[in-house]
Each structure stands twice: as structure tokens, then as C-alpha cells.
């Protein structure tokens, strides 16, 4: 296991990749029967057999989460994202049946609903993750490549976390290994690496689309930086690369076998928009 110098985190700060360093894998896939295969193959090797999926309108977005996609430091949007943590807190109540009970559980439903966190999103289906690619792309016209990403969500953490208990295991919000990412600590005591970890089904969203999570520490690093500089196993996390000539088709059939806007939002926005794109107009 390499350790990060202060001059590399610079560099990831920046932007820029380490020379020499090779990039996750990557494979191309032009139907949901290669698919299936790839995520056999990748499944077949993860640490407990179980993968993580999280689809991509553009083949090129980096594994960044909301927050840190903005322009201020760390520091600064780490500071927001508490105070829009607290905004939250204090307004939703009347909108919510049941309020969160704890800070990670209100993280949770914050960016199920749009608002910047240090969480990104991911499914345990491989087919959710695969409409999130398809149905933004589809939006845009298609105009370019999308992809899925595979992650062994064990395997990451057991390669960021070797000393973790328990070893190779996507983490709860209650496991103490989370504590030096929970939401509302102090940035300089704040942890530098990415884990995965377990949500709290705590709204029908979050339920429908198996949703699951990587949170980020006090770095603006990327998931794929990340995996290069602490020279992760090609397993851990794979990227299929869906040409932008198969994406209509693809959209077709997965429409088909039942991926529809009212089984990943299940509320009146997700009917709406349902029925919209059923008559043949474009949701925004």
C-alpha cells in the first residue's frame, strides 16, 4: 500500500493525474446481455461477491460527489455543506411523515433530494445504476458516450481501511470506523480518504433505487485518483463504457423490461415524469 504525499494531494487537488499511473480498467459494452456478463465477471471476483453500480450520462464525469464539484476549497464547502445540513433540519419537518434521528440519516435524505454533499450516490442493481446512465443521456439526445461503474465496495474498503473491523465490508453508519466522516466535524479532524458505506432506507427513494454510497473526506480527490495512489486491485472498480451508437437501443430495452421513471422515483414526480416520457415528450 502506497502512502499519499502532501505533494500528490496537491496534485489531486488540481486536477492533474500522477504520471505513470494507470487508470481503472475499462471495457466496452454494447448491450445489456454484455452487461450482464461483465458484471458476472467483475461479481465473480469481488472480496464478498456482491457489486456496486453507479451510471454516468458522460463517459468522461469523474467519481466526485456534488460538493466538491463546486469552486471554493475543501474547507469552505465543507463548511456549507453543514449549514445547508442545518437549513435542511430546520424546514423539512413539515414535509417529511418521520424526521431523521440522526445527522448521517438526514446526509442521507439531503442528497437523495438534490442537495451537494460529500455522498455519492450508487445501487446495489446493476440495471438502476445502468438508467441513471440512459435516462439523463436520453434527455440530452444522446450526444455522447455514458458508462456504468462496477465497484467491489468491500475490496475498496478493505484496501483504504486495512485495519477496519469488521475486514472487507462496506461500512454502516454506526460502525465507529465512520466517525472521522460523520457530518458537522470539523474539517481538520476530518478524515482524507473515501469509504463505502451503507444508507439508511429512510425514504421510498432511497428504498426503490437500492441506493448505497461512497463518503469523501476532507480531500477534493476522485474516487478513480484515489484508486491509483493507493494502487487499489484492477477488481475493485471497473468502468463500462457504453458507446453513445447503442444508447437509444439500450434505453429501448431496458424501458421494456420495466426500468421506468415511477419504479426509481416512487412519488407524483416520478408519475409525471413517467407519463411525459411516454408520450413522447422531454423532461428537463
Avoid: C
Avoid at 30 to 55: H, P
Avoid at 102 to 111: D, I, K, R
Avoid at 161 to 181: E, Q, T, V
Wanted: charged share 20%.
Amino acid at each position: 500500500m502506497r502512502d499519499v504525499s502532501s505533494h500528490q494531494w496537491t496534485t489531486f487537488v488540481a486536477g492533474g493525474r500522477f504520471a505513470g499511473m494507470a487508470a481503472p480498467r475499462e471495457e466496452q459494452v454494447e448491450s445489456l446481455s454484455e452487461l450482464l456478463d461483465l458484471a458476472r465477471e467483475v461479481g465473480e471476483e469481488a472480496t464478498t461477491g456482491r457489486l456496486w453500480y453507479r451510471g454516468v450520462s458522460k463517459s468522461t464525469h469523474s467519481l466526485v460527489p456534488g460538493l466538491y464539484r463546486g469552486t471554493d476549497d475543501a474547507q469552505a464547502l465543507v463548511g456549507k455543506e453543514d449549514l445547508m445540513r442545518l437549513q435542511f433540519a430546520s424546514r423539512s419537518m413539515p414535509m417529511l411523515d418521520a424526521a431523521p434521528q440522526t445527522p448521517w440519516g438526514l446526509l442521507f435524505l439531503m442528497q437523495h433530494y438534490g442537495v451537494p454533499t460529500r455522498l455519492l450516490d450508487w445501487s446495489e442493481n446493476a440495471l438502476l445504476g445502468l438508467y441513471f446512465s440512459l435516462s439523463v443521456s436520453a434527455r440530452r439526445g444522446f450526444p455522447s458516450d455514458a458508462a456504468l461503474w462496477l465497484l467491489d465496495p468491500a475490496g475498496w474498503n478493505q484496501g483504504i481501511l486495512p485495519g477496519m473491523d469488521p475486514p472487507g465490508a462496506a461500512l454502516d453508519a454506526d460502525n465507529p470506523d465512520l466517525n472521522n466522516y460523520s457530518p458537522g466535524r470539523d474539517i481538520n479532524s476530518m478524515a482524507t480518504d473515501i469509504v463505502a458505506m451503507h444508507a439508511r432506507y429512510n425514504n421510498p427513494r432511497i428504498t426503490a433505487q437500492r441506493g448505497v454510497f461512497t463518503v469523501f473526506g476532507r480531500e477534493k480527490v476522485s474516487m478513480e485518483d484515489l484508486f491509483d495512489a493507493k494502487g487499489l486491485p484492477e477488481r475493485v472498480m471497473v468502468k463500462a463504457v457504453l458507446p453513445k451508437k447503442v444508447l437509444a437501443s439500450m434505453n429501448d430495452d431496458l424501458r421494456v423490461l420495466g426500468f421506468r421513471e415511477t419504479m426509481i422515483y416512487p412519488d407524483l414526480v416520478g408519475l409525471a415524469t413517467e407519463i411525459a416520457v411516454d408520450h413522447g415528450f422531454t423532461v428537463r
